[in-house]
């Protein structure tokens, strides 16, 4: 009898419900929650000429890692598509590594520091509009336009446990972090398939041009203080989105996606903050930043 009462239900689930994803209209709205795991690096040059050396300073955060929770609030018509969402991403492990050379090409190495990156966060909110140029009853196809704002912490501290992690470098007092702005805007596609009548996959791609400014508070070092020293430049991102949508009833449905993202930012300015208010150019060789996101989701429709 508890067989048969479970392969009921989850017929009901699969193949109950007739409504339609793609060509559902209105307001929906959308709980969010998941996990990401983050790579960002800069260097700087020893001279604003890009030389004396090429690779003065360079650090590296290595997979950072978050609990995200978020929203996500939709609009569609027939033909016209918005999304208006936001994420909070709060990290609770992570790596960076902080190296200086006095040669060419990373060659002469007088400083190399391991140091646990277990604290930061990132606000992410977007908005995007497009047009459907394809919607029929199974598939639709869409472009559009899109801005997205990402700004993080990222934290230079000692590890929790610095006994048991012989190979980080402890320094007394250490809290040192770096504050990044990334303004992106940018185009879209978005291709919608049924594969049944209750579930979706979805695909998206987005490329954009990206406005970056960025501070650090380096706090062991005689620099001044709050702000160490400043990053600026412009570049390109980039986001591919995969997502399943299951459909449980007219009004509910539930959510799977993962996504890949990717920034650069090339031949910007650092600009370093003495004690004594002097500040001193150099050049930002570049800033790397790479995420994996998967999250998951339950969708309320107006």
Same mark, same amino acid.
């Given at each position: 009898?508890?067989?048969?009462?479970?392969?009921?239900?989850?017929?009901?689930?699969?193949?109950?419900?007739?409504?339609?994803?793609?060509?559902?209209?209105?307001?929906?709205?959308?709980?969010?929650?998941?996990?990401?795991?983050?790579?960002?690096?800069?260097?700087?040059?020893?001279?604003?000429?890009?030389?004396?050396?090429?690779?003065?300073?360079?650090?590296?955060?290595?997979?950072?890692?978050?609990?995200?929770?978020?929203?996500?609030?939709?609009?569609?018509?027939?033909?016209?598509?918005?999304?208006?969402?936001?994420?909070?991403?709060?990290?609770?492990?992570?790596?960076?590594?902080?190296?200086?050379?006095?040669?060419?090409?990373?060659?002469?190495?007088?400083?190399?520091?391991?140091?646990?990156?277990?604290?930061?966060?990132?606000?992410?909110?977007?908005?995007?509009?497009?047009? =459907?140029? #394809? @919607?029929? +009853?199974?598939?639709?196809?869409?472009? &559009?336009? $899109? *801005?997205?704002? %990402?700004?993080?912490?990222?934290?230079?501290?000692?590890?929790?446990?610095?006994?048991?992690?012989?190979?980080?470098?402890?320094?007394?007092?250490?809290?040192?972090?770096?504050?990044?702005?990334?303004?992106?805007?940018?185009?879209?596609?978005?291709?919608?398939?049924?594969?049944?009548?209750?579930?979706?996959?979805?695909?998206?791609?987005?490329?954009?041009?990206?406005?970056?400014?960025?501070?650090?508070?380096?706090?062991?070092?005689?620099?001044?203080?709050?702000?160490?020293?400043?990053?600026?430049?412009?570049?390109?991102?980039?986001?591919?989105?995969?997502?399943?949508? =299951?459909? #449980? @009833?007219? +009004?509910?449905?539930?959510?799977?996606? &993962?996504? $890949? *993202?990717?920034? %650069?930012?090339?031949?910007?300015?650092?600009?370093?903050?003495?004690?004594?208010?002097?500040?001193?150019?150099?050049?930002?060789?570049?800033?790397?930043?790479?995420?994996?996101?998967?999250?998951?989701?339950?969708?309320?429709?107006?």
């Amino acid at each position: 009898m508890i067989k048969k009462i479970l392969t009921l239900i989850i017929i009901g689930v699969f193949f109950g419900s007739k409504a339609q994803i793609i060509t559902t209209k209105g307001v929906s709205i959308e709980a969010l929650s998941g996990y990401s795991k983050d790579n960002l690096s800069f260097s700087i040059a020893g001279n604003e000429k890009g030389t004396n050396p090429n690779i003065y300073s360079e650090l590296k955060w290595e997979k950072i890692q978050y609990t995200n929770n978020g929203i996500a609030i939709n609009y569609n018509t027939n033909r016209w598509e918005a999304q208006l969402g936001y994420l909070y991403s709060d990290a609770f492990k992570g790596d960076v590594n902080d190296k200086d050379y006095s040669e060419d090409n990373r060659q002469g190495i007088f400083s190399d520091l391991l140091m646990s990156s277990h604290k930061g966060y990132k606000h992410n909110p977007k908005l995007k509009v497009g047009y =459907k140029f #394809i @919607n029929r +009853k199974n598939t639709s196809f869409s472009a &559009g336009v $899109y *801005s997205d704002f %990402l700004n993080q912490k990222l934290t230079l501290l000692n590890h929790t446990y610095p006994d048991d992690n012989p190979e980080y470098d402890y320094q007394e007092d250490l809290d040192s972090y770096y504050k990044t702005k990334w303004l992106s805007v940018g185009g879209y596609l978005n291709i919608q398939h049924n594969i049944i009548q209750t579930l979706n996959v979805g695909l998206s791609t987005q490329w954009g041009y990206t406005s970056y400014d960025s501070y650090a508070n380096w706090n062991l070092r005689p620099f001044r203080h709050p702000k160490s020293f400043t990053h600026t430049g412009k570049g390109y991102n980039h986001t591919t989105r995969l997502a399943i949508t =299951k459909l #449980i @009833n007219d +009004k509910i449905a539930i959510s799977g996606q &993962g996504a $890949y *993202s990717n920034a %650069l930012i090339k031949n910007g300015i650092d600009l370093l903050y003495r004690e004594d208010n002097t500040s001193v150019p150099t050049k930002l060789n570049e800033v790397k930043w790479n995420s994996w996101q998967f999250l998951i989701g339950i969708k309320y429709i107006f």
